[in-house]
């Protein structure tokens, strides 16, 4: 059995070129954290379930999201 996690930060914060109008994009903040687990049948063969969350913070509201994902796999290795 095996666990996983993660947790990223990222900032973008754009240089506006004259004459921009005043609601243009300029600054963003975006998170994305996540879980994972990993179940090894044999030394061939596991089973994987993860989530993650993702989030944009912007100073336009219209473009601020949230996501949430979740998938399990099952896998065969050679």
């Keep these: 059995l ?15 070129i004259e004459g921009a109008p005043e609601n243009a994009r300029d600054k963003d903040d975006a998170w994305q954290a996540g879980l ?9 063969m596991f089973l994987s379930a993860n989530y993650t969350y993702q989030t944009l ?4 509201a219209l473009d ?5 994902s979740f998938w399990a796999t099952f896998s065969l290795e050679y």
């Design 2 to 16: 095996q666990l996983s996690g993660f947790l990223s930060y990222r900032q973008n914060d754009s240089q506006l």
């Design 64 to 68: 601020e999201y949230g996501v949430n």
């Design 36 to 44: 994972g687990l990993n179940y090894f049948i044999n030394r061939n």
């Design 57 to 60: 913070d912007s100073n336009v």
